[in-house]
């Protein structure tokens, strides 16, 4: 098992895995898989948007974490914010979630970010339980979204 950095040949296999991510959201939606491509492309190689890693076991993408980079005005440095995390439901529980997650703490400690942030739904139990064993704290912030006009 090991987590790396997602490289061009990683975006088609990925494309699966994202529409699994959704799929299994509380909240579906059905990818542009050109658009997606698009994006998980240039995510994978332009830093100032921020990272890709992936989750590899035997040879075969399992999972993936899609990092995003915003900014923190009391420290005045960049904000590394993990936005998507999934590991496709035959592979969870060896660790591969756990394992993004340290990349990505990994990651932003190497670029120089004041840190990393993110969310998960209320329901999300399995996810809140592997973050309580990564020594973080929940923040007691109340996340608000407004969708923009199309």
Request: glycine share 6%.
């Given at each position: 098992m090991s987590i790396r950095p997602a490289i061009t040949t990683?975006?088609?296999?990925?494309?699966?895995?994202?529409?699994?991510?959704?799929h299994d959201s509380p909240v579906p939606l059905t990818?542009?898989?050109?658009?997606?491509?698009?994006?998980?492309?240039?995510?994978?190689?332009?830093?100032t948007?921020?990272?890709?890693?992936?989750?590899?076991l035997d040879q075969q993408l399992v999972g993936f974490a899609i990092l995003y980079r915003s900014f923190d005005t009391r420290t005045l440095k960049p904000l590394l914010i993990i936005n998507d995390v999934y590991v496709?439901?035959?592979f969870r529980r060896h660790g591969l979630a756990r394992q993004l997650m340290q990349a990505a703490f990994q990651?932003?400690?190497e670029r120089g970010y004041a840190g990393c942030s993110w969310q998960t739904r209320i329901s999300n139990h399995g996810a809140q339980h592997l973050y309580d064993q990564l020594g973080v704290r929940e923040t007691g912030w109340i996340h608000y979204d407004r969708a923009g006009k199309d």
């Amino acid at each position: 098992m090991s987590i790396r950095p997602a490289i061009t040949t990683d975006v088609s296999p990925l494309l699966s895995l994202v529409q699994g991510y959704y799929h299994d959201s509380p909240v579906p939606l059905t990818i542009d898989e050109s658009a997606m491509a698009a994006h998980l492309n240039q995510l994978r190689t332009d830093a100032t948007l921020g990272a890709l890693l992936v989750a590899e076991l035997d040879q075969q993408l399992v999972g993936f974490a899609i990092l995003y980079r915003s900014f923190d005005t009391r420290t005045l440095k960049p904000l590394l914010i993990i936005n998507d995390v999934y590991v496709a439901p035959k592979f969870r529980r060896h660790g591969l979630a756990r394992q993004l997650m340290q990349a990505a703490f990994q990651l932003a400690d190497e670029r120089g970010y004041a840190g990393c942030s993110w969310q998960t739904r209320i329901s999300n139990h399995g996810a809140q339980h592997l973050y309580d064993q990564l020594g973080v704290r929940e923040t007691g912030w109340i996340h608000y979204d407004r969708a923009g006009k199309d």
